[in-house]
């Protein structure tokens, strides 16, 4: 059923519903994920974001379409979680990049996948404390914020990518379109010998 359906439209899918996820556990998990002075903040969403790059399904989805899904998923979480356009959706979009930029030098692996995702969000997490700050919405040092808040988020994230990355793998993988520009289409009769048209025989037979 799933080979019906595009990677495009999977992976946005799976980036909407991240979204939504995001929420629900910061939600539900908010006595042990911000309890004073610690916070730890999900980021599923920024995880399936660079996911097609870090198992090597990009190429299964247009590259308008990562960057377009990254946008659109930024958006969303700047209106409902951190209440200002804009600094979601310029960081999902560099972060893309920068998932990108990294995985050229690495193969497809889960260990090269842990590389790019640990590099990726702590940048994230760099440019969100560095923008808030100057907007004055950030009063941590940096010494807390390592301890307090960056090393929590890695933690909770490590545990949600190691949840999540079998099935989004399965997900894209059962969603790949066939290459049919390798298939031998060479027609051949019932024992395997090439089949030549009529012209071709009264050639040979004359």
């Keep these: 059923m799933l080979k019906y359906i595009s990677t495009t439209w999977v992976h946005f899918i799976l980036v909407i519903i991240a979204v939504m996820l995001d929420g629900g556990i910061s939600l539900y998990l908010a006595p ?24 090597g399904h990009a190429q299964q989805i247009k590259r308008k379409w990562l960057y377009t899904i990254a946008f659109f998923a930024g958006m969303l979480v700047d209106i409902f979680y951190t209440g200002i356009v804009g600094p979601a959706i310029i960081g999902f979009l560099l972060m893309l990049k920068l998932a990108e930029f990294i995985q050229r030098y690495l193969s497809y ?98």
Excluded: C
Excluded at 38 to 51: E, G, H, Q, T
Excluded at 135 to 164: A, D, E, G, K, R
Excluded at 169 to 188: C, F, G
């Design 109 to 206: 692996s889960f260990s090269s996948s842990l590389a790019v995702w640990f590099v990726t969000l702590t940048a994230y997490m760099a440019y969100d404390y560095a923008a808030f700050g100057i907007i004055s919405l950030v009063n941590l040092n940096i010494p807390n914020f390592i301890m307090f808040h960056l090393f929590p988020t890695i933690i909770i994230n490590l545990v949600l990518l190691i949840v999540v990355y079998e099935l989004v793998i399965y997900l894209y993988n059962a969603t790949k379109k066939p290459d049919i520009s390798s298939y031998d289409v060479t027609p051949r009769d019932l024992n395997g010998r090439l089949v030549l048209d009529s012209r071709s025989q009264r050639n040979m037979s004359k």
């Design 32 to 55: 042990l994920l911000f309890k004073q002075p610690m916070s730890a903040s999900p980021m599923l969403s920024l995880i399936l974001v660079i996911m097609p790059v870090m198992t």
